[in-house]
């Protein structure tokens, strides 16, 4: 179980994490809100790439920086920005992510074909990622963050620029994994989420604002039909604000 405890986490000025607490046990969960609303900040520090200002995050009851490896290797990450080396081919790239996870040697082969299969790429792994387009790109990273058998997926808007035919093979490889895992998918996307997510999580200027099954948020919301219903709002202001704002730019 992944519990998070009053995380806070300010950029000078910015309060990027407002006293965040979920806890986490097998499962899908989406994490929405629109641009800037802390959800690559919170995955960040969830995956120890960014140190919280205050709080805390348990794995199995340990804090996560001092579960260290053992963390990392139950830990499968999707990040945001494509950090991507240019010069790997596809295989050298999936087979060097499976070496740094501890896959044992031998097995490193047939995981690396596996998960290429399984994101539609297997034809491409001889190429160099220079010459990947960008829906590739992000499918070669969810193929990493996937590999040998993590019980933590955190995947950040992992369907951002892919065609609509790769982006319903993402919720479905999604949705086959979420059997004893805990998926966290960040998203701005209602349809992404919409059907596979046993659990939304709104978040909103870096505060928690909403959380529960999509039926329950729509009851709750005064009988709302949908999930798109329940982000126009939660949202619907911020969104005319931003829009405002943009106009005057
Ligand atoms: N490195 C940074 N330095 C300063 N401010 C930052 C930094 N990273 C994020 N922020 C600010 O923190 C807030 C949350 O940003 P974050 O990237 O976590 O949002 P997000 O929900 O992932 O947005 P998006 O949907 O655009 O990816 C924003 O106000 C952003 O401007
Ligand atoms: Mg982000």
Avoid at 39 to 55: F, P, Q, V, Y
Avoid at 152 to 163: K, M, R, W
Wanted: aromatic content about 6%.
């Amino acid at each position: 179980m992944l519990k998070i405890e009053g995380l806070c986490k300010n950029y000078g000025k910015t309060r990027a994490l407002i006293d965040v607490n979920l806890n986490l046990t097998p499962g899908i969960y989406a994490l929405l809100g629109p641009n800037g609303s802390g959800k690559s900040t919170l995955m960040n520090i969830l995956t120890l790439g960014l140190r919280a200002d205050s709080g805390q995050v348990l794995w199995e009851g340990m804090p996560i920086e001092k579960a260290g490896k053992s963390y990392r290797e139950i830990l499968g990450y999707m990040p945001q920005q494509q950090g991507l080396y240019d010069g790997f081919r596809g295989v050298d790239f999936l087979s060097y992510i499976a070496s740094l996870k501890g896959i044992p040697k031998k097995q490193i082969k047939e995981e690396v074909h596996r998960v290429a299969d399984l994101v539609n790429l297997s034809d491409r792994l001889k190429d160099r990622l220079s010459s990947y387009s960008g829906g590739m790109r992000q499918r070669i990273l969810l193929a990493s963050a996937i590999m040998g058998d993590p019980k933590l997926i955190i995947l950040d808007e992992p369907t951002a620029g892919l065609d609509p035919k790769e982006r319903i093979r993402t919720r479905e490889i999604v949705r086959s994994m979420s059997q004893g895992r805990i998926i966290l998918f960040a998203t701005h996307v209602v349809s992404d989420i919409e059907c596979i997510a046993d659990e939304i999580i709104l978040i909103k200027k870096g505060v928690i604002v909403e959380k529960g099954p999509q039926s329950e948020l729509c009851e709750k919301m005064g009988g709302l039909k949908d999930l798109e219903a329940v982000y126009m709002h939660v949202f619907a202001e911020e969104q005319k604000a931003d829009d405002y704002s943009h106009q005057e730019v």
